[in-house]
């Protein structure tokens, strides 16, 4: 029997793809800009105030014999993260830091400059988002596409979803059209709730903005409980990121990519030659 041949059918809008790309590029230099500006002080704390002796967490390097290793503490729990964290670079050449110099912009420690960066990348990435929302309000993406219908959250259909992305099995005709339950639920989690978080905690670290508005800084439990919930949606969304890369990867890299490079996302059509 012959492999039936696949279509190619039209998935993403113009807005969508052009939205989704300089995401990627805002997000990409406000992560490595925010992990220089958090090498300023590489702690975190719950509440209004500092409070030194008890971080929450903390990045930090320490005498061990001649040498000095790296360590992440988390609450009361303590790991040796030398050559990533507190204490990296090439062997022979490490130097005390929070995180390596690949993994910041700039790639030395300056704290004037990546803020430069960081601030230029928000204000990107609000630009961007709020394009987002308009052009899928008034163009009904967001209706059409990510709010779930009630087929999506019945419990049966979540679980067939559940099972069926665990065995790394995806749809490859008329469904691989729309997202599914569990693609929708996730987007929106981050649009609705990772999203926001991040960028009003971010506000709250602005001393002009907490003038203008300090009963956000008080809502957030205090400035350091906002920076603190900044730094957890920050890697809340790098999770999100490598779990989308490796869905990516395993339901078809070239298709993907080329969805939303072009628009135009492959299916295998039915037997009456129609998509299935």
């Not at 400059?113 to 609000?126: K, Q």
């Not at 679980?159 to 490859?172: D, G, M, N, R, S």
């Not at 920050?234 to 939303?260: C, E, K, P, Q, Y």
Request: charged share 15%; with cysteine; aromatic share 14%.
């Amino acid at each position: 029997m012959a492999k039936p041949k696949k279509v190619l059918v039209y998935r993403h809008a113009a807005v969508t793809r052009a939205t989704h790309w300089i995401n990627v590029l805002a997000l990409t230099f406000l992560l490595m800009s925010g992990l220089n500006i958090f090498g300023a002080h590489p702690a975190l704390y719950w509440g209004q105030k500092a409070v030194f002796a008890h971080p929450w967490v903390l990045i930090g390097a320490e005498p061990k014999g001649a040498d000095m290793i790296g360590f992440t503490q988390i609450g009361a729990a303590k790991f040796n993260t030398t050559g990533l964290l507190g204490y990296s670079g090439k062997v022979g050449e490490r130097v005390p830091v929070a995180f390596p110099a690949w993994a910041t912009v700039p790639s030395f420690r300056d704290l004037a400059d990546s803020r430069h960066w960081h601030f230029f990348f928000a204000w990107l990435f609000v630009i961007n988002g709020l394009t987002y929302w308009l052009a899928g309000l008034i163009g009904g993406h967001i209706r059409k596409d990510l709010l779930p219908t009630r087929h999506d959250v019945a419990p049966r259909n979540v679980w067939h979803e559940i099972v069926t992305h665990a065995k790394l099995k995806f749809p490859k005709g008329e469904e691989a059209r729309h997202y599914n339950v569990l693609q929708k639920g996730a987007y929106l989690a981050v649009v609705l709730i990772l999203l926001p978080l991040m960028v009003l905690t971010g506000l709250c670290m602005s001393p002009g903005f907490d003038a203008f508005a300090p009963g956000l800084v008080d809502f957030f439990g205090g400035r350091q409980s906002a920076r603190t919930i900044h730094f957890l949606t920050a890697f809340s969304l790098v999770g999100f990121v490598l779990l989308h890369l490796f869905m990516v990867v395993a339901s078809g890299t070239w298709n993907n990519i080329r969805s939303m490079i072009t628009g135009r996302y492959a299916i295998i059509p039915d037997k009456t030659g129609e998509p299935a």
